[in-house]
């Protein structure tokens, strides 16, 4: 068993380094076809993060006149505290929104100055309500609007779903367009495959006819086909490990000035599922070489 399986390894390398091109365009189109399965991936981790980082940001803000009592506002924010579509209530008084204010704008001189000319705080306090979910925003936003409060002046209320909706609609365009691009470069790798296992089999025609003279199985004859494409898949997963981390160093960057103040971490995810992101690579496209060589050495290695 072993000498067999020694054999079936070495034969295997002869084929592929034989039909050297034929085995490096099969290469290259398998790279391709995983390249584009891992594009994918990378839609999906951004565009999840795009859609957490949206709803880590979704609230409703009540502005409160700046005449309003302390004692009325808690007032108000105990009967909103009531709803059930109300997560949390964060209370802003005048002076932690001046402050606020101050801390985000430290960096321009002339607000600062402006601000200090003007003598008095000029902010508002506010109330910063947070839904239970989503799904709930709608139905919070009825509520709020129905309420009649002599010390609400504003109320500001952005539309969170169609920002979402806008996002979803991108990432599965995107999507559906990497899904395109697998498909068809999976499809591609069936053709190659098929096509090169056939033409490896046509040009060694007379030596399997030999090795089928002095006794060698059928499934001895088309094991080396199957492990060619058990090493193609091998060496494109490689392949596609070393080429896709550089190209996620490039482009870290500009995800980190997107989503600023997120943790948006692509090469850490990577390195953190790499077996099981990898692997299951490894595994589909050993599949699919496997499946395009069982036809065609079944097709044509019958002498």
Avoid: C
């Avoid at 709803?55 to 009592?69: M, Q």
């Avoid at 059930?84 to 985000?104: C, G, M, P, Q």
């Avoid at 506010?126 to 409060?149: C, E, H, M, Y």
């Avoid at 096509?195 to 090795?211: A, D, L």
Wanted: hydrophobic share 50%; glycine share 4%.
């Amino acid at each position: 068993m072993f000498l067999s399986t020694a054999r079936v390894i070495k034969f295997s390398f002869q084929d592929i380094f034989r039909n050297i091109w034929l085995s490096l365009v099969t290469l290259i189109i398998l790279i391709l076809a995983l390249f584009t399965v891992n594009m994918l991936l990378v839609v999906k981790v951004v565009g999840d993060t795009a859609v957490e980082a949206i709803k880590e940001k979704i609230d409703v803000n009540l502005f409160l006149k700046s005449s309003a009592k302390e004692e009325e506002i808690l007032a108000l924010k105990a009967n909103l505290e009531k709803l059930s579509e109300v997560k949390e209530i964060e209370y802003i008084s005048k002076a932690d929104a001046l402050e606020r204010f101050k801390e985000k704008h430290s960096d321009n001189a002339q607000i600062l100055d402006s601000l200090r000319e003007l003598g008095t705080n000029p902010l508002t306090p506010t109330l910063v309500i947070k839904p239970t979910s989503l799904d709930d925003f709608d139905n919070l936003i009825n509520r709020l609007n129905a309420i009649d409060n002599e010390i609400i002046e504003s109320r500001n209320f952005a539309n969170y779903k169609l920002i979402l909706d806008k996002i979803n609609g991108i990432t599965k365009k995107v999507t559906d367009a990497a899904l395109f691009l697998s498909s068809l470069f999976v499809f591609i790798t069936l053709l190659v495959v098929y096509n090169s296992v056939r033409v490896t089999i046509y040009t060694h025609k007379q030596e399997i006819t030999i090795m089928r003279l002095v006794g060698a199985s059928r499934g001895f004859i088309q094991m080396p086909y199957l492990l060619s494409g058990i090493i193609y898949a091998l060496l494109g997963v490689i392949a596609v490990a070393l080429l896709f981390y550089p190209f996620l160093s490039l482009l870290q960057p500009y995800l980190e000035a997107f989503f600023v103040g997120y943790n948006v971490d692509l090469p850490a995810y990577f390195y953190g599922n790499i077996v099981l992101i990898f692997g299951t690579q490894f595994i589909g496209a050993s599949l699919v070489n496997m499946i395009a060589t069982l036809f065609a050495v079944r097709k044509y290695s019958r002498v």
